[in-house]
Structures are given as C-alpha cells and as structure tokens.
C-alpha cells in the first residue's frame, strides 16, 4: 500500500514559537536549501512524488527553490502565506492570506495550490469555518485537523480516516495526519515532526503498519526541512519549545532513510484521490 508524505516546506525562523512577525523573518539566514536538498535527493533516488505545501512567503523570497521541487514532479499545495494560526484570524483575514499564497505560488511555479495545510495544523472546532473558504477558492483536499488532544492545536474524537466534509461552498476531502487508537479516546500521533523526532523509528513504523494492516487505510506523514538541518541556530526560547523544536534532530535523516527504506510513498492527491461527483459540482461552481 502506498501512504502518503508530505513536506510543509518552511523555514526554522517559520513556526510560531520561533518569530511570528513576518517583518523580522528576512533579517534571518536562509537554510531552507539544506533541508529540502535532502529530500528532494531521497524522493529521487527511491522515485517517489511527494505532496509540498509552500508557504507563500518561501514562494516569494525563494522562487527558484519552489520551481525545481515542482520541475521535480512534485504536487504543489499551500501553507498559508505569513504562517499564521487559522483560529487567531478572521474568515476576511484568512481569505486574504490565503489568496496572496496562492496568487504568489501560481506566480511562481504556474500552477495553483489545490491542497492546503493550516501553519500547526490550527484548524480546530472553532475554525472550522476556514473549510468553507477553502473550497470556495478551489481547495479539494484539507490536511490541517489532527484528532488528538494538545495544547495547541487538535480536535480530539474527529475522524482519523480521510473523508469528505460538506461545506456551503463544496465538498472538501479532509486527510487527518497518521495517528495510532491506542485504547479507549486515547489516540496518539505517528505521522511525523515532534513525534518521529522524540521517539524510536520503531514506534513510528509499528504505527504506520497497524494503520495499513489492520485499519487497511494509507497513513499520512509530514516533515519540515528544518528538522533535518541539525546545525540549524537555536532561536526558540522556553524549555517546552525547545524541547519540541529541537530535540532528535541528529537522528531525523536516518530515521527517514530507514522509512523509505521500510515504506512506499506518494503524493495526497495520488494516495487520496477527490471523488469523480466533487469534481463534476466544482466544476460546476466555476
Ligand atoms: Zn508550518
């Protein structure tokens, strides 16, 4: 069975712990390269498409970069432009912010982003509203809800499986990141960033097997480039964040060799097609 890898293709000084004003990012050294090098070299040498969610403001500042992952073959989605929390927007400030992400990466790369992943995955029960903007601007596919608990994002006792979630606008097909029912309302991550990151491979791969063999469904993985650049500078401050930003960071290559070693990848829109009817009302809307 083919799962699914995704990459959401920012830089370290991106994620909200470490500066969420986008005026202080260009005062930063760009390693965007080191990261996405390494995986467009891994992708290649196994033949795999991968599914990258561009984050606008990489699209406007590293144009070339965005450009040979998709002369590479790769599916372009979008992460949002400036990398802010869906649910510390309005729709208006969504709907805009996504716009100029999407007008940016067509720009770019002449294509238009059809797959969109929230920055932390910040579509919880009170955003919700954001799927409806989604498919309004052409969205097919969602990849912003984890069903778990955590502090920051999640909504827990949402579905694991990918389906298809009815908005005013359209249908939109939601695939949750990888995770594990381990018993009861207990679920937990297997998918990727801080959890590849702090525990064994082993775990991740038990995970993704229970999901293929048992649930008989593809998993969903994701990963930044910065997790794998462990030279990376330690900008985030607070223990927690820390902890969370750059723990495990020396092992994160290997672990993935060993992943695509152990696992057959592809893009979402392959893993997970959008069914024929959504496409006929989409077109339809149009
Ligand atoms: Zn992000």
């Excluded at 996405?36 to 070339?64: K, S």
């Amino acid at each position: 069975m083919k799962n699914a890898f995704s990459v959401d293709l920012e830089d370290y000084f991106h994620p909200s712990e470490v500066s969420a004003d986008a005026a202080n990012w260009p005062r930063f050294a760009a390693r965007i390269d080191i990261g996405t090098n390494f995986l467009l070299d891994l992708l290649a040498e196994h033949q795999t498409r991968a599914t990258f969610f561009i984050l606008g403001w990489v699209a406007a500042y590293h144009p070339e970069l965005v450009r040979r992952i998709s002369e590479a073959g790769h599916e372009i989605g979008c992460h949002s432009y400036h990398h802010k929390l869906v649910y510390s927007l309005s729709p208006t400030e969504f709907r805009e912010d996504t716009r100029q992400a999407i007008e940016t990466i067509e720009d770019v790369c002449g294509l238009s982003p059809r797959l969109y992943r929230a920055p932390s995955y910040s579509i919880v029960s009170n955003s919700l509203w954001a799927l409806e903007i989604l498919a309004e601007l052409g969205f097919t596919h969602d990849s912003s809800i984890y069903p778990i608990v955590h502090d920051r994002y999640g909504i827990p006792g949402f579905s694991r499986r990918a389906h298809s979630i009815q908005t005013p606008s359209g249908p939109i097909l939601e695939i949750p990141i990888a995770t594990a029912h381990l018993w009861a309302h207990h679920v937990t991550p297997v998918g990727g960033g801080a959890y590849l990151r702090l525990f064994p491979y082993r775990y991740a791969a038990a995970g993704i097997r229970h999901i293929n063999r048992v649930e008989r469904q593809p998993a969903c993985i994701y990963i930044h480039p910065w997790e794998l650049d462990p030279d990376q500078p330690r900008v985030t401050r607070g223990f927690i964040s820390r902890i969370r930003t750059y723990s495990g960071l020396g092992t994160m290559r290997s672990k993935l060799k060993q992943m695509f070693q152990d696992f057959r990848f592809s893009t979402l829109g392959a893993v997970y097609p959008v069914p024929a009817a959504s496409l006929v009302s989409k077109a339809g809307v149009g």
